[in-house]
């Protein structure tokens, strides 16, 4: 049986529709490319959640697709600030709760302001990190996005 993650039960809790699924973990691989194939899945519908610190705003999350790198000057514009940069990986686990390669939107140690990327709406599911590494979580964006009250921000 999968062993639920917090984000798993935070989503159960508000009774929203998702699937946990497995795959296999490699240290060496941790970056989305890796997990689209080990899930058989197009890299396009693997999302990325990627925290970053902005000059006026403070931490933002921006979840994008896995072929895809954060654009930061799109993301300082859409998030308000005149420049950010990614928050290094030392700072990720004490402000979000979580690590490289099983950080995800769901269930931070605080609701940041988080944009999803706009090709999520293409998907009736997408895959976002259930919290762990190993773990995803398939769940409908519109569903995410209501859940995280995250905004869509364009290509």
């Avoid at 994008?64 to 308000?80: F, N, T």
């Avoid at 979580?98 to 706009?118: D, L, N, V, W």
């Amino acid at each position: 049986m999968i062993q639920k993650t917090n984000a798993a039960r935070l989503l159960d809790a508000a009774g929203i529709a998702y699937s946990l699924v497995e795959y296999a973990v490699d240290e060496e691989h941790l970056e989305a490319s890796h997990v689209a194939e080990e899930l058989g899945e197009n890299i396009d519908r693997v999302f990325k959640t990627l925290v970053l610190r902005g000059d006026k705003s403070g931490p933002f999350v921006c979840v994008i697709p896995g072929s895809l790198e954060v654009d930061l000057k799109l993301a300082a514009r859409i998030s308000g600030n005149k420049n950010c940069e990614m928050l290094h990986v030392k700072e990720l686990l004490p402000l979000t709760g979580y690590i490289r390669g099983g950080c995800s939107p769901i269930g931070m140690k605080k609701q940041f302001p988080t944009f999803i990327h706009e090709s999520a709406l293409l998907y009736d599911t997408i895959y976002v990190s259930a919290g762990v590494r190993g773990m995803q979580i398939c769940i409908a964006p519109q569903d995410l996005i209501q859940f995280i009250d995250a905004k869509i921000y364009p290509i």
